[in-house]
Every structure is written in C-alpha cells, then in structure tokens.
C-alpha cells in the first residue's frame, strides 16, 4: 500500500458527558430543588446546563440583568411566571424562554403546582452563583435579595431594580 491507499489513523473522538435522571450534582435553595446537568467542565466552558424544580409558590430571585451570558429556560411541566422589565408572562410545559445579556428578567412558580424547567447558560458562568448561594445557606445566612445581588455581581450581573443601590 502506498501512503494515498492507507486508511486514515483513527482521531480520538471528544468524549460524550451522559447525566442519568438520578445523576448530576444536587443543589437545594430554599424551595428549589436544581440538578447540575453540565457546569462547563465538559464544554470548555461555553455551555452550563441545570433542571430546577420549583415547588409551588417559590419566589424567585430579584429581578436582574446579566452582562456576559445567555440565559435560555425551556419550561418543561407546571407554569413560571417570567417578570421581564415591566411585563409579566406565563410561560407554561413547552415554552422557551431566551434571555439575551442585558435584558432584565426573572422568573417565579406561583402557581399551586409544581414546575419543572431547564435552564441553558452560555457561557457556564452562572453556574457557580447557584453553588455559591448554596454555600451562603449552608453558612447559616439568610437568602435575602441583598445577598442574592452581592452573589450576583461577581458573575457580571446586576439587579434591574433599585434593589442594589
């Protein structure tokens, strides 16, 4: 055989990251219960992905504008209610909700159901924040909305209120 002839070498393959539905690291605030589903590690760190189940009439976090990342949440059963600026919807089993860097936003279950949502970041930055607020619990600190913004603030967002001031 002549090098033209020879088959081409095999080329490693990226390796494939499977999250069973009983696997992904757990992380509990308040009335949210949320699965890590991909922090970054696997996409260098362009993409992070968690499955947050909000019980019913979970609150969410203040309103707030993310300068770095995209948020995408994919509402898979129940209702979220989203808070966008001044408009208020309810995004229900099968809507996408995109969020681009500036937009202020935030989202809450006020519903007497449970739901159960998807939320993609691009980059994986806001992953973190989640683990970190975990920390402030586990510390014995209250979630208040201030300390929410001071966990915020470290990963490029702000509040869209007066809230921060």
């Known amino acids: 055989m002549t090098d033209e002839t020879k088959p081409a070498e095999p080329t490693a393959s990226p390796a494939v990251s499977v999250i069973g539905p009983d696997d992904g690291e757990t992380i509990v605030l308040g009335t949210t219960r949320m699965r890590v589903l991909e922090d970054g590690s696997n996409t260098g760190h362009r993409l992070g992905a968690t499955e947050s189940v909000l019980a019913p009439h979970t609150p969410g976090p203040p309103q707030h504008r993310h300068a770095q990342h995209d948020e995408g949440f994919h509402?898979?059963?129940?209702t979220v209610r989203f808070t966008v600026g001044d408009e208020e919807f309810d995004a229900?089993?099968?809507t996408f909700v995109l969020v681009p860097p500036g937009a202020p936003h935030t989202f809450a279950n006020i519903t007497d159901q449970?739901?159960?949502?998807l939320s993609i970041f691009t980059p994986d930055l806001y992953v973190q924040y989640f683990r970190d607020l975990r920390n402030t619990i586990a510390a014995g600190r209250a979630l208040s909305p201030q300390a929410h913004i001071r966990t915020m603030r470290r990963y490029a967002t702000e509040p869209a209120t007066g809230l921060g001031d």
């Open 75 to 78: 509402v898979l059963s129940g």
């Open 92 to 94: 229900t089993a099968g």
């Open 114 to 117: 449970p739901a159960v949502m």
